[in-house]
């Protein structure tokens, strides 16, 4: 069996890493772009391709493109799932924080969308990680769900355009999952945790949560195998939660 490629950016950390585990264990070969690469080459040899990669810049995504191209002359999937979040009320938004999260969650997917799509062929697939958050507001959150509700705007969109040419465009949206990056924003100041995080978010799965628990990142990343897949080629277009029925839908 011809084996596939697939973009996984931000996939060295958190969801993404996830996400690269279960493509890696899918027989995918993964191409991995983010500013770091961690300890992907050790954990996973030559099974993955890491490019040093600031997703706010276009050319950096057409270098993933053309690298994953020169594994296996096609680009099977690519997965927009570099960001981060952070709580902010409104009046204490600057220019900056504003450039850097959008840039970073909507722009980067933005550029990650245009560059996957023009080489893509029929059967393909793009995946954005969203939020839940790209679907309901919440307070002192303006800007990360601005940037969640254009992702998923942006995935709506999209699968219109480039329906016509086979190509498939989903997103994912979890709810919170205690990453490490998550953990480090729940503990900046406007975070609605007023205490401990890991007991926040003990209580938030129970109060909220259908399951009485919150998804894992394996859950994330097996949605993503799945969309990916034949089994999901009559799905795109939507916007689907991974949130242990936080909000039903």
Known sequence: MEQKVVVITGGNRGIGRNITDGFVKAGYHVVVGARKQLDLMEAYGDKVTFVQTDVRVEADHLKLVEIAL???????CFINNAGFSEWRPIEDIDERFFDDLIGTNLKGAFWGCKAA???????????????????RGSANNTMYCASKFGM???????????????????????VMIPTE???EALNQPFSPVKGDPTQFIAKFAQDNAALKR????DEVAAMC?????????????????????VFPQ
């Open 152 to 174: 998923n705007g942006l995935t709506q969109s999209l699968a219109k355009e480039i329906g016509p040419r086979g190509i498939r465009v989903n997103a994912v949206c979890p």
């Open 70 to 76: 020169g594994k296996t002359g096609k680009l099977d």
């Open 117 to 135: 799509s023009k080489s893509m062929e029929s059967g393909a697939s793009i995946i954005n990680i969203s939020s839940i958050a790209g679907k």
């Open 225 to 245: 195998i799945f969309l990916a897949s034949t089994a999901a080629s009559a799905i795109t277009g939507q916007c689907i939660n991974v949130d242990c029925g």
């Open 214 to 217: 919150l998804p894992s990142g």
């Open 181 to 183: 990056g998550l953990l």
